[in-house]
C-alpha cells in the first residue's frame, strides 16, 4: 500500500515552508518517532529532544541518540531517517517505544504500530510509521558525538551525562515531508 493510499500527502518545498510546526510542542512535548533502516531491518525509539530549521542553507532535522540505544546502530548504517509525529491518541504507543529496547521487544506487535516503505528518490528506502499524522524524510549530513568539553555550562553537562553516555547528534536534510 503507497503513502496515498494510507491517506498521506507529500509536501513542495513551498508547502514545507509554511508548514505549521511549532518544534517546543511537537518535539519537547508530543515526542516523535525517529526511524531508520530499511522496512525489512528498522528499528524505532520515542525521543523528545531535536531541532528543525535552517543548517547550511537546507532544511534540516537534528535529532540525538545515546550510544546504549538500538536505533543508533540503525541510524549509524543508514543514510536516511524518519521523524514520525503522531496524534495524541498514540500517546501510550510511544511512551512503550521510548522505555523498550526493539532488542528485547517486537515494538509493532506491541503498540500495533504499522512499518510503512518510503522510497527516498534515490533507489533506496526508509521506514515509518502508518499511524502518523506527519512524517519527516532526512538524509544524513552530518554526525557528531557530544563530549564534555565542549559544554560551556557544566551544570548541563553534570545535569544530562552524569554516567558519560553522551549523544550523538544526526543533522540530516529534510527531502520529504508527507502530512495527512
Known sequence: MSLTDMGFRALSGEEIKK???????????????????????HNTMTASWGYAGVMWNKNSFI?????????????????????????????EALAFCGSH?????????QTGLTPVSIDTGDGST??????????????????????????ISPEVDKANYAAGDYHTQYIGEIVAVYTK
Open 19 to 41: 508548514l505549521d510546526f511549532n518544534p517546543f510542542t511537537r518535539i519537547g512535548d508530543q515526542w516523535f518517532l525517529v526511524t531508520a533502516g530499511d522496512p525489512d531491518s
Open 63 to 91: 535529532t540525538a541518540i545515546r550510544p546504549q540505544r538500538y536505533t543508533k546502530e540503525f541510524l549509524d548504517k543508514s543514510a536516511y531517517f524518519t521523524a514520525s509525529f503522531f496524534p495524541a491518541d498514540m500517546r
Open 101 to 109: 529496547s526493539g532488542r528485547d521487544h517486537d515494538k509493532e506487535k
Open 126 to 151: 526508509t521506514t515509518a510509521y502508518a499511524q502518523a499524522e506527519l512524517i519527516i524524510v532526512c538524509k544524513k549530513t552530518y554526525v557528531q558525538l557530544m563530549k564534555s568539553e565542549c559544554f
